[in-house]
């Protein structure tokens, strides 16, 4: 069983930086594409950011500019570095591993950005 674990969230005050991390349990990530998702109160959960296996990523418009997606392969780890952060960033941050035949989910961590 393939376990993700997100970590790095908390409470930032406007325009400050967070980053997050995700950790997983085995050696998926090289053969995965790896994304971020958010899921604010109330609404549905979106895509953040993705980082292909080749390294290739995409980003929400909302976020483009501010946030960087990135990995390290050999430490079975990906990144979410978040600067600039708004009360719109406020959300439960979820990892996602995917790839033909499996799709894992992290638990979330909440990020909270409040003055």
């Known amino acids: 069983q393939v376990q993700l674990v997100e970590s790095g969230g908390g409470l930032v005050q406007p325009g400050g930086s967070l980053r997050l991390s995700c950790a997983a349990s085995?050696?998926?990530?090289?053969?995965?594409?790896m994304g971020w998702y958010r899921q604010a109160p109330g609404k549905q959960r979106d895509l953040v950011a993705r980082?292909?296996?080749?390294?290739?990523?995409n980003y929400a418009g909302s976020v483009k500019g501010r946030f960087t997606i990135s990995r390290d392969n050999a430490k079975k780890m990906v990144y979410l570095q978040m600067n600039s952060l708004t009360p719109e960033d406020t959300a439960v941050y979820y990892c996602?591993?995917?790839?033909?035949?499996?799709?894992?989910w992290g638990q979330g961590t909440q990020v909270t950005v409040s003055s």
């Open positions: 996602n591993a995917a790839n033909i035949g499996y799709d894992y």
């Open positions: 085995l050696s998926i990530i090289s053969n995965s594409a």
């Open positions: 980082i292909t296996r080749s390294g290739d990523t």
